[in-house]
């Protein structure tokens, strides 16, 4: 099975900065996507991050807000930019692998 | 479109067997999965169907009929610790990418 790091793990950020999360897999996955998830609520698919080339974005995700890196099968990169408060969220990175999707642990972001 | 139906709470009663239940409606089918979230961590692996039929593994079985874009997961023998969040995802194979449903908050009574 696949273990992912995800960092950091909560941050508060101030309106209109950007924060980027990281995640890296500790075996290679043939794909990952980035997923958000409000209070209470299910996962909501942001994109599939594609190796070495611009992720595929869900409708209501665009790349400027939410620019996604994957430059090598094992690490990925989302980066929530000029925030504002309904950006506040679980965001989650995941890998495919082994017919399982394994998550790593998830970054809480609180927008003030 | 997708469209991946699951109810939005059970009760069940510790010690009991608790059937959840899954409806997808989807532009291609790989598989689908089923996982469990307890409330401030990230969701669990419990299964992946992909041919029609039922899974066992130890107290949580999975069920998928293809054709009637239907699964069930089915938890025997609940326990307090089963109380949890339990999320039946699709991947689809059109797109490559996995939805997931709304998901079922599963209380377990005393």
């Known amino acids: 099975s696949a273990v992912i790091s995800q960092k950091p793990s909560r941050d508060i950020c101030q309106r209109g900065t950007s924060l980027t999360i990281q995640c890296q897999v500790d075996s290679q996955v043939t794909m990952m996507f980035w997923y958000r998830q409000q209070p209470g609520q299910s996962l909501t698919l942001i994109a599939t991050a594609n190796q070495g080339s611009e992720a595929t974005y869900e409708s209501g995700f665009v790349i400027d807000k939410f620019p996604i890196s994957r430059p090598n099968l094992t690490f990925s990169t989302l980066t929530v930019s000029n925030m504002s408060p309904e950006d506040s969220s679980i965001y989650l990175c995941s890998g495919l692998g082994d017919e399982k999707l394994f998550f790593g642990s998830g970054t809480q972001l609180s927008v003030l | ?110």
């Open chain 2, 1 to 110: 479109g997708q469209n991946i139906d699951q109810p939005t709470e059970m009760t069940a009663t510790e010690g009991a067997i608790v059937q959840i239940n899954c409806t997808y409606q989807t532009s291609g089918f790989n598989g689908l999965f089923w996982y469990q979230q307890h409330a401030g961590e990230a969701p669990t692996f419990l299964s992946y169907n992909v041919l029609d039929g039922l899974e066992e593994k130890g107290r949580f079985s999975s069920f998928l009929s293809r054709s009637k874009g239907y699964s069930y997961l089915l938890l025997k023998e609940l326990q307090m610790k089963d109380s949890a969040s339990y999320l039946c995802a699709v991947w689809m194979n059109r797109d490559d990418k996995i939805i997931f449903g709304k998901g079922t908050r599963l209380h377990i009574l005393p």
